[in-house]
């Protein structure tokens, strides 16, 4: 059975940096890619930042520059490394794995507030 557990989340001040994990169990074949997306509240779930298995990364426009993605494959875990936080970044965060079938799996989110 595949899991994906978040941590890192929490409250901070405008400007400040958190690090989000999403560790990984169970087995997951032909990953296409992995990464987080976001919710804030009374809005869509937005897509932050991905990795596409190659190497290849993708940001949303609102976090380049800012946020940084990246992978341990040793430890099965990603993470998201937030620098220069803002208030709009206030949200639940939820990491993701897509296979090349088209599977995806979730993380069960992550609550990240900043404040102003």
């Known amino acids: 059975q595949v899991q994906l557990v978040e941590s890192g989340g929490g409250l901070v001040q405008a400007g400040g940096s958190l690090r989000l994990s999403c560790a990984a169990s169970g087995r997951i074949f032909s990953i296409a890619a992995m990464g987080w997306y976001r919710q804030a509240p009374g809005k869509q779930r937005d897509l932050v930042a991905r990795?596409?298995?190659?190497?290849?990364?993708n940001y949303a426009d609102s976090v380049k520059g800012r946020f940084t993605i990246s992978k341990d494959n040793a430890k099965n875990t990603q993470y998201l490394q937030m620098n220069s936080l803002k208030p709009e970044d206030t949200a639940v965060y939820y990491c993701?794995?897509?296979?090349?079938?088209?599977?995806?799996?979730w993380g069960q989110g992550t609550q990240v507030t900043v404040s102003s």
């Open positions: 990795i596409i298995t190659g190497g290849s990364t």
């Open positions: 993701y794995i897509i296979t090349v079938a088209g599977v995806y799996y």
